[in-house]
């Protein structure tokens, strides 16, 4: 499989839990973005990464999100103190460059 | 920025045409166009650079206009298979220094048979 995968893709955790959540780019692509998307909203940007280095943080994200990148490959998110604000589908997307984006199937957060 | 896309939802019959608009208040380097159907991920339609270069898809077609910071997408002779909602992404700047695709809120398109 070529494309973008992402684990896991539903996760159900209590309020003050903390999740993570793992993206899998297309090999070859040297640029992976993380976006939120709740229901009836455009994809909203979280963070991006070209290879190792987080280039952009979003305002969104706050204290609570980290993510990281290691050796310029698989990415993680994770996510501390979960909130119910936090509940969303959570999105990973790779590209080659500037070009288009290749987006993964996204990790749906439910926090109760 | 988010860009603002219009109409917010339009229902069409097959074989009909429709123009989705989107347009930010920010100089833009390239413009972006994805369709999501319900339950998937988002799926890129076309790319919209500055100067001109477009790169995309058959059948679908689009315009850049980088004085008035606009972009339109046009659907021709649609489709049952064109339903899903479509998303402008921006890229800001003069050369794209500003790296993350903004999206805007979306476009609702349905097809009927």
């Known amino acids: ?112 | 920025q988010q860009p603002v896309q219009s109409p917010q939802a339009v229902i069409l019959r097959e074989g009909e045409d429709a123009v989705i608009n989107c347009s930010s208040s920010k100089a833009l380097y390239s413009v972006h166009w994805y369709r999501q159907k319900h339950g998937e991920a988002p799926v890129f339609l076309m790319i919209l650079l500055k100067g001109g270069e477009q790169k995309g898809h058959e059948k679908i077609s689009a315009s850049f206009n980088e004085k008035k910071q606009q972009s339109s997408l046009y659907l021709t002779a649609s489709q049952l298979s064109y339903s899903g909602t479509y998303f402008c992404g921006t890229v800001g700047g003069t050369s794209g220094s500003a790296r993350q695709l903004t999206f805007g809120s979306g476009t609702q398109l349905t097809v009927l048979p």
């Open chain 1, 1 to 112: 499989d070529t494309g973008v995968s992402q684990d896991p893709r539903h996760k159900i955790t209590k309020r003050g839990q903390n999740v993570t959540f793992r993206c899998d780019p297309i090999s070859e692509h040297n640029r992976l973005y993380w976006y939120r998307q709740t229901l009836g909203q455009g994809p909203e940007f979280l963070t991006y990464f070209q290879n190792e280095a987080q280039l952009e943080k979003s305002r969104l994200l706050s204290d609570r999100f980290s993510a990281e990148r290691p050796k310029g490959s698989f990415s993680t998110l994770e996510i501390q103190r979960t909130e119910q604000g936090d509940s969303a589908m959570y999105l990973c997307a790779s590209s080659l460059g500037l070009g288009e984006l290749f987006f993964g199937e996204g990790s749906r957060l439910t926090v109760l």
